[in-house]
């Protein structure tokens, strides 16, 4: 037992060896600096010092131990490092600071990891000096350290900083400080690479050792971190939601896809229309049955009235006893029907008697009009062929090309390689082998190399001047550096063979090569420098990333060295009114196409496209479309020519032909086209290819009808004693005119009520086609008619045709009719309106109805761009592999449009990222779209200038620095002891800037190139993006550019337009600029052409809803107020026009402009399956209506099959031939189905459904029968 002045005195000397073991612990490893580092020679080695903290010794120091180690400020400032040192810390960790200061935790606790390193008095507790090399005498240099860390601390850091974006880049910030990508970075990995000597970054080499519990005598450094969603001591703020997924809060759900509506697990559409059609089948039967019965035991005749008379129904008595039944419409019917009878026959019989006057004033307006072709111009430009200039995709457009720039040009090729030349790299780390394909081969690479150098080394001419691509490429760091931007995997190598065969090995292992240059460029494409041996650069000769998924294809989630696919890019400047220099971007283009169609390399499978590719081939063909259009022609001008004519005898043969007759037919028909075309050059509406490849088509239909009418009436026709020639014409004319009026006016009101529609393809067309049309019926009903007199006074003649001027001797002439008028009138009419074929008819017609309508709403929406090209082009292949290797979307710009005030704080908040900014912000709402993708279609958070802005302002950056003598810009690369940073570290500089800051320092933003020393120069990245106006003292428009998800089909391009402008609807919202004119909008290249898909639907129906309406009306008043009759016309095409539908679906053809285009025609051609069948049962007196049917459909049927059906079958035929996909599919096919459909309604549904509801007799029109032919040998008149 000790006594008590003994224990007092053991107590005190174990205290004081407590102490001394403490004092002893507290000791630091170095202090100063003194050797240069081996590996980085503008940086010094530590001096090894195993003494206590020493105070800092000025004011320097310690204003920088507050600025970057605040955590270390005690009263006497005692620290293992100097202020030369401290210096060192500051210049080293400028670019960490300018990518995680945006999460001030994430920067926190980076910082606590390297000031703890440097400066802790604590340090030997953590840190152990392991290896040293010799300075003087008396000091050492530390070469190598132990760093014992916490890995709940390292931990913690890593969670605090994985999610900080680097805004200019769309990434992750690890992914440029891991040295890996994100995916693969973990708390270990990412401080092992930041103290990796061989990284080029640190002067000495430190060795990471992570426990929770103190090993090998040390206590691993253990600091308080913060989480991301704390606030810091100093007052920062959390991070945001884009820096900090913890932060945001659950992640966003979009909302569920709506299921298919179906019914008892099948298709509602199908479901609805099956049961409907067999109900009306049902009911349909049932009232026929019915009607049946009750005519068995009662027959009525339609004229009532007449028979209740007491007088014998003949077209020969007296009609005074009946006049009084007639109503007021069919009063005013039967005098507008006169009216138009007179007009035409007294104009019909002029034209006869003056031939010469009429055809010589025909031909000299047709010269007038169609001198007009010598303005003309035609359209190629797709953006002009399917945007209207008043849309707003292409108001966006305009708005987008005039303060930023048009979007560049687009150069590409996508390559892949037949040779098997994969294989395994075995790293020199360990792990197991990585496999590389076939097109990652140096050997392949190497071709690749050749074939990129040959292309840039390509020269064009140009007005006598040489273009190389120097002169017209993207150049984002000009005029410091020209070289051209080339987003190829072979810019990581800098574009170098030598590069490429960089190696280093010895006969066990291979170190480094370009294996591992590529691993880590894919992981880190910004990187200055590999880490490895020979510190060859990731970053392009550009100056800018190459991003892997930019330049690699055909690889699953981040296995790029599993890529099948190189993808190269030249992106070359556009040009908005520059015609100059756009010029010469063609002209290099050009040659650029011809060298890689000529280049040979049985190693290299190349599709390629370039900007002008795309208009190009459609010129070509257009071009090779030609011949196959002049052969369609040709086959439907034989035809008219051969059957046009009625040859009653072998012998009457030559007289009978009507060849010139039909030649002069189709001229007329040829000329009304080309006076249409020269009236609108004149006024200076420009063509396009659809208008010359169209309306030719549809005028010929509407042309042709129209002149077998004529001619086949005239040649069933018998002249009335007494009357002459011109009589008997204008007779006819007044006869079959009004018909032909009825149909050619319902044509031209409905399409130029077309001309109304949005798109420019379609009121192009409509414009063009109705003038057309209505030209052709003007011609027909004067030139024709002349020349038709003239050739019936040479038949009178028995001269032969053709051959005029020989007089052939006087025979007798018989007149018989023509076999197909026998067959229509003797055959097929009596057929198609039996008792039980008619029902028939109805129940297949019905059945087809009801197809149609079930599968409408299956039609796609949008054009395969690959449709477009023939097929036989090089883009096709590159179309194909575009979709099977590209593995991002096209750019999309969120624009801001001028307005927007970014000097306050409240509109920095609205719009910006970071720390502060509002949760709804339009950098934080794309964010969130981008979490998704698969639904909001936008693949990337945005890059945002004016986050990228903040981080180069702070004073603790070295980025923004300026000569305190002139005030310009200092390049932190610079060395030059007048350069000051532009912002003092006090509490205030390091808040926001100031207005006037804000202002100063922002075009010196946008100026400064990216540099080793800071990362966040603006020039390359926002140039364009940031529109400074009214001399740099304001901001006008601004965009932040993200990037779409890749988009394969047109339902994908038009989702994602939807989608974008969804977005930006809430952003303008969110951002509320109330009462103010500007808002914010999404572009991308390819809005202008999708936008029409948006409204497609109600374009057509606005479109062919009108047309049918002003076919409706037009028929009303020229049908003689017939209201049912026009009813049953707008009926009868509304069914062609579902019926279409039907197709469409059935053969794979989408709805876009062209197919609108071709619906709208179809409305007008079914005008003529239509309207003269109804106007024939109109005006017919026969005693029923299925006889009144019959008359119309012998009569009238056989001139419409004859002068529609089978004039356009043959050229139809034809067009199947065609190379081109938009002519196989939108015209062969569509032409078929319109002329198909139209004969099949005109000539087989709508006699039937008149003989079941057709509109009762105008009894004022019989009246006027009988009185215009009692007394004469003719008993009814077919018109």
Not at 917 to 930: F, G, H, K, M, P
Request: hydrophobic content about 40%; charged content about 15%; overall charge negative.
């Amino acid at each position: 037992m000790l006594l008590p002045g003994r224990k007092q005195l053991f107590c005190l000397l174990w205290t004081v060896i407590l102490l001394s073991q403490w004092v002893h612990g507290q000791h630091c490893i170095w202090y100063g600096e003194c050797g240069i580092s081996p590996k980085i020679k503008e940086d010094k080695l530590n001096c090894n010092y195993t003494g206590p903290p020493i105070p800092l010794p000025d004011q320097e120091g310690q204003d920088l131990l507050q600025e970057l180690c605040p955590g270390l400020v005690y009263e006497d400032d005692k620290v293992c490092c100097d202020t030369q040192q401290l210096k060192t810390l500051k210049n080293n960790i400028q670019i960490p600071l300018q990518y995680l200061s945006r999460c001030p935790a994430c920067f926190f606790n980076f910082m606590t990891l390297f000031c703890e390193l440097t400066c802790s008095p604590r340090q030997s507790d953590f840190v152990n000096a392991t290896e040293f090399s010799e300075f003087n005498k008396t000091t050492a240099n530390v070469n190598k350290v132990s760093y014992y860390i916490s890995q709940t601390f390292a931990n913690a850091m890593y969670d605090a900083c994985r999610d900080v974006q680097a805004p200019s880049t769309n990434i992750k910030a690890l992914n440029l400080l891991c040295g890996t990508d994100v995916s693969l970075c973990t708390p270990n990995k990412w401080i092992e690479y930041m103290f990796d000597i061989e990284n080029g970054q640190v002067p000495f080499a430190i060795d990471p050792h992570f426990s929770d519990v103190p090993i090998e005598g040390m206590t691993p450094m253990s600091n308080e971190t913060f989480n991301c969603t704390q606030s810091l001591d100093d007052g920062s703020g959390p991070c945001s939601c884009q820096d900090c997924s913890e932060a945001c809060g659950p992640t966003p759900v979009p909302p569920p896809v709506l299921p298919p509506w179906t019914i008892l697990g099948l298709d509602a559409m199908t479901v609805i229309m099956w049961c409907s059609y067999i109900a009306f089948l049902i009911l349909f039967f049932g009232v026929v049955l019915g009607a049946w019965c009750y005519r068995r035991r009662m027959v009525t005749s339609e004229y009532g009235p007449i028979l209740d008379s007491n007088q014998p129904h003949s077209i020969n008595s007296d009609g005074t006893d009946f006049a009084g039944d007639a109503t007021c419409c069919e009063t005013m019917g039967e005098r507008f029907e006169n009216f138009l009878r007179v007009l035409f026959s007294s104009w019909g019989s002029m034209c006869v008697r003056h031939p010469l006057t009429v055809i010589l004033t025909s031909v000299v307006l047709v010269s007038i009009c169609s001198a007009g072709l010598t303005y003309m111009r035609i359209t190629t430009n797709p953006v002009d062929l399917w945007s209207s200039p008043s849309s707003r995709a292409r108001q966006e457009k305009d708005y987008f090309d005039q303060h930023f720039g048009p979007f560049f040009r687009t150069e590409q090729l996508i390559i892949t390689t037949p040779v098997n030349a994969s294989f395994n790299f075995s790293p020199t780390t360990g792990g197991s082998d990585i496999h590389f394909s076939s097109i990652l081969n140096i050997s392949i690479l190497h071709q690749v190399l050749d074939l990129q150098t040959k292309i840039t080394n390509l020269t064009a001419e140009y007005n006598g001047e040489t273009v190389t691509l120097k002169d017209i490429c993207v150049s984002p760091l000009a005029p410091y550096n020209d070289n051209c931007t080339i987003l190829s995997v072979l810019n990581y190598y800098q574009n170098s063979h030598e590069v490429l065969d960089h190696e280093l090995s010895d006969e066990f292992y291979v170190y480094f090569d370009y294996h591992t240059h590529f691993l880590y460029c894919v992981s880190s494409p910004m990187a200055l420098d590999d880490t490895g041996h020979f510190h060859d650069p990731c970053m392009g000769t550009f100056g800018g990333p190459v991003f892997p998924w930019l330049a690699l294809g055909g690889y699953e989630g981040t296995d790029y060295n599993n890529a099948t696919a190189l993808v190269i890019t030249f992106p070359v400047n556009n040009y908005l009114n520059d015609t100059e220099k756009l010029g010469k971007a063609l002209a290099w283009e050009k040659v650029f196409l011809e060298f890689v169609k000529n280049y040979d390399n049985p190693d290299l499978i190349i599709s390629f496209s370039s900007e002008r590719s795309i208009e190009d081939e459609i010129d070509r063909e257009s071009n090779s479309d030609i011949t196959t259009i002049v052969i369609s022609y040709v086959i439907m001008f034989v035809y008219i020519s051969l059957a046009l004519g009625h040859i009653n005898s072998f012998w009457t043969l030559l007289v009978d032909s009507k060849i010139s007759l039909g030649i002069a037919g189709i001229l007329i028909v040829l000329s009304s086209v080309a006076c249409s075309l020269g009236i609108f050059s004149y006024i200076g509406i420009p063509l396009t290819l659809i208008v010359i490849e169209v309306i030719p088509f549809l005028v010929l239909a509407v042309g042709v009808d129209n002149i077998f009418i004529i001619v086949q009436t005239y040649q069933r026709d018998e002249r009335m004693p007494e009357e002459e020639l011109h009589q008997q014409i204008g007779r006819i004319l007044g006869d079959v005119a009004p018909s032909m009026f009825l149909s050619s006016f319902s044509e031209t009101v409905a399409f130029f009520l077309g001309a109304l529609s949005s798109m420019p393809a379609v009121r192009t067309f409509s414009l063009f086609a109705g003038l057309a049309v209505f030209i052709d019926f003007l011609l027909q009903i004067s030139c024709f008619v002349s020349l038709l007199g003239l050739d019936i006074k040479r038949q009178e003649a028995n001269r032969p045709d053709i051959l005029c001027c020989v007089k052939l001797s006087d025979g007798q002439r018989e007149k018989s009719e023509g076999c197909l008028f026998r067959f229509f009138k003797k055959i097929y009419a009596p057929f198609i309106l039996k008792d039980w074929v008619r029902p028939l008819v109805v129940a297949v017609f019905v059945g087809m109805l009801s197809f149609s309508v079930a599968v409408v709403n299956k039609v796609e929406i949008g054009l395969d761009q690959r449709l477009s090209m023939p097929d036989d082009s090089y883009v096709l292949d590159y179309f194909g592999n575009l979709s099977e290797y590209l593995h991002t979307g096209a750019p999309v710009y969120f624009v801001v449009e001028d307005g927007h005030d970014y000097k306050t704080s409240e509109g920095q908040n609205t719009v910006c990222g970071g720390v502060g900014c509002n949760s709804n912000s339009l950098v934080q709402q794309i964010y969130t779209a981008s979490l998704m993708k698969n639904y909001s279609r936008i693949s990337n958070v945005p890059s945002s200038w004016l986050d990228d802005y903040f981080d180069w302002v702070k004073p603790q950056s070295s980025c923004c620095r300026y000569y305190n003598t002139t005030g310009a810009f200092c390049n932190a690369s610079v060395v030059d002891k007048t350069c000051v940073h532009c912002r003092h570290t006090s509490p205030s500089g390091k808040q926001r800037p100031n207005s006037a800051e804000f202002m100063r320092f922002l075009p010196m933003f946008l100026l400064d190139n990216p540099n080793i020393k800071c990362g966040k120069g603006g020039h390359a990245a926002y140039s364009t993006a940031v529109d400074l106006i009214q001399n740099n003292t304001d901001v006008g428009a601004t965009y932040f550019m993200s990037y779409h998800t890749i988009l394969k089909t047109s339902s994908d391009f038009i989702d994602a337009l939807k989608m974008a402008r969804e977005l930006t609807d809430n952003i303008t919202q969110a951002i509320g600029p109330q009462n103010k004119t500007y808002s914010v909008f999404p572009y991308s290249i390819f809005y202008v052409f999708y936008e029409q898909y948006l409204t497609i639907i109600y374009d057509t129906a606005f479109n062919l809803g009108v047309s049918l309406g002003a076919i409706f009306v037009v028929s009303t008043v020229l049908l003689g107020f017939e209201l049912w009759s026009a009813v049953l016309v707008c009926v009868t095409i509304a069914m062609i026009l579902v019926n279409m539908f039907g197709v469409m679906w059935l053969w794979d053809i989408s709805l876009n402009a062209v197919s609108l285009v071709n619906l709208v025609m179809c409305c007008g051609i079914s005008v003529e399956f239509c309207s003269h069948i109804v106007r024939a049962f109109s005006v017919s007196t026969k005693s029923s209506r299925v006889e009144r049917a019959k008359e119309a459909l012998a009569h009238m049927g056989s001139s419409v099959f004859s002068g529609i059906t089978l004039t356009k079958f043959g050229g139809i035929l034809i067009l199947a031939l065609s190379k081109s996909q938009i002519f196989q599919i939108f015209y062969f096919r569509m032409y078929l189905s319109i002329v198909l459909l139209g004969a099949a309604h005109g000539l087989i549904f709508l006699p039937v459904l008149l003989s079941y509801a057709g509109a009762s007799v105008n009894k004022a029109k019989a009246m006027a029968a009988h009185n215009r032919f009692v007394g004469t040998e003719r008993e009814q008149l077919i018109y």
